[in-house]
């Protein structure tokens, strides 16, 4: 059974940062991509970043709201990929999930060199975690 757990969020001020985790288990780690999604209220899911496999190319995309901000790492010993989220923003309150899909990240690619992630495309979902940022 495919699990992931996300940790690390809670409240911080605007301009503080978090680092939320996600441990994975159930798949060979080194075969998938992680992405990392959140939710507002009110809003859609959106996508915001992603890691690809081991076996792919084991690079970070982001989307454009967080591009510069986050950035993702993964520790293969530990089977978790790390989201850092500095220069946080109220905007950044969310429920943050972290999913997983094989091998590549799929994403739409903007001229800006900017990206998007589609929901759908990814397979399994941790709980989520909620995220808050006071202004």
């Known amino acids: 059974e495919v699990q992931l757990v996300e940790s690390g969020g809670g409240l911080v001020q605007t301009g503080g940062s978090l680092r939320l985790s996600c441990v994975v288990s159930?798949?060979?780690?080194?075969?998938?991509?992680i992405g990392w999604f959140r939710q507002a209220p009110g809003k859609e899911r959106e996508g915001i970043s992603c890691?690809?496999?081991?076996?792919?190319?084991?690079?970070?995309y982001y989307a454009d709201s967080v591009k510069g901000r986050f950035t993702l790492s993964r520790d293969n010993a530990k089977n978790t990929v790390y989201l850092q989220m500095n220069s946080l923003k109220p905007e950044d309150t969310a429920v943050y999930y972290c999913?997983?899909?094989?091998?590549?990240?799929?994403?739409?690619?903007?001229?800006?060199?900017?990206?998007?992630?589609?929901?759908?495309?990814?397979?399994?979902w941790g709980q989520g975690i909620q995220v808050t940022v006071s202004s």
């Open positions: 890691i690809g496999s081991i076996n792919s190319d084991n690079r970070g």
């Open positions: 159930g798949i060979t780690f080194d075969d998938y991509a």
């Open positions: 999913a997983s899909k094989g091998d590549e990240c799929t994403y739409y690619k903007y001229y800006d060199d900017s990206y998007d992630f589609p929901p759908n495309e990814y397979d399994d």
